[in-house]
């Protein structure tokens, strides 16, 4: 006779008879149907789940859907190991499940072995044009603030194109002391990057919806810096940081030092590029 297992999702999972709920995290929230037979291994067991942003009803059912199974020639096992087994060979198992899931605007659809490799799952995946920003392009500014650059996804610029508008870019460069006082210059720019909603034929959508703007501050190191330089982890020799309205070079960097236990050096000493 069949006896119900419970189906263990999360840390705060209540049971009642064959089901399972799972508030999830709030942060993860995908809908989804699912079918799944579980492994006959380390997941074993078949069950029924249904998900809604991120909460989990899970229901567990007798094994009305087998696990793939696939035999494997066991190349690896001496003749010992073949004469104790009486047999030369072993099941691979992996779970097969049916339904879907949406995920931050992608939908999958799983009708099969589910392996987690490209080549051997059963699965369809497809983003949804209607959830999806599209990248429009790239814009530099100078010293002051002003626009003197700018990378359209549209014009189709060739790769080598694009380095040279960006190495064009007007740098500033200052000297900071990091947090253990060695002192390191540093070479910054401004690049600003624009998304607008709606892909494919739903681009209309970006009329209703504002684009989303983000300009970073590109931060390019002399050397390794932060806690961790000169360990088998390595320190940070370049990446980028938001910056807030209103902000310039000086002012971001300022604030950065200030974030990460670095002490800015002063304005007199700071050499312009």
């Given at each position: 006779m069949f006896k119900f297992r419970h189906q263990r999702y999360g840390d705060n999972d209540k049971y009642w008879g064959p089901f399972t709920y799972s508030p999830g995290l709030p942060h993860f929230k995908t809908t989804s149907i699912m079918l799944n037979t579980g492994d006959d291994d380390e997941y074993p067991g078949c069950y029924l789940q249904f998900k809604i942003r991120g909460r989990s009803l899970i229901v567990a059912l007798p094994p009305i859907i087998k696990p793939y199974k696939e035999k494997v020639t066991a190349s690896g096992w001496d003749d010992?190991?073949?004469?104790r087994l009486g047999r030369d060979w072993y099941y691979n198992t992996d779970a097969r499940m049916f339904g879907f899931y949406i995920f931050e605007g992608y939908l999958c659809i799983k009708y099969g072995r589910s392996a987690d490799t490209?080549?051997?799952?059963?699965s369809w995946g497809y983003s949804l044009p209607w959830?999806?920003?599209r990248y429009i392009g790239l814009r530099y500014y100078d010293l002051t603030g002003q626009l003197c650059a700018?990378?359209?996804?549209a014009d189709k610029l060739p790769w080598k194109e694009c380095i040279k508008i960006q190495d064009a870019a007007p740098t500033k460069s200052f000297q900071f002391l990091d947090f253990d006082g060695e002192?390191?210059?540093v070479k910054t720019y401004i690049e600003e990057m624009e998304h607008r909603f709606g892909t494919k034929s739903f681009k209309w959508l970006s009329w209703f919806v504002a684009p989303k703007i983000s300009r970073s501050l590109m931060l390019q190191f002399q050397k390794e810096t932060g806690r961790r330089k000169k360990s088998w982890k390595g320190g940070t020799v370049g990446h980028s940081i938001r910056m807030l309205p209103g902000e310039l070079h000086e002012s971001a960097f300022r604030r950065y030092c200030q974030e990460h236990d670095m002490t800015f050096v002063r304005a007199e000493d700071v050499v312009e590029s």
């Open positions: 010992a190991t073949k004469a490209s080549t051997k799952d059963k959830t999806q920003w700018t990378i359209n996804d002192a390191i210059s």
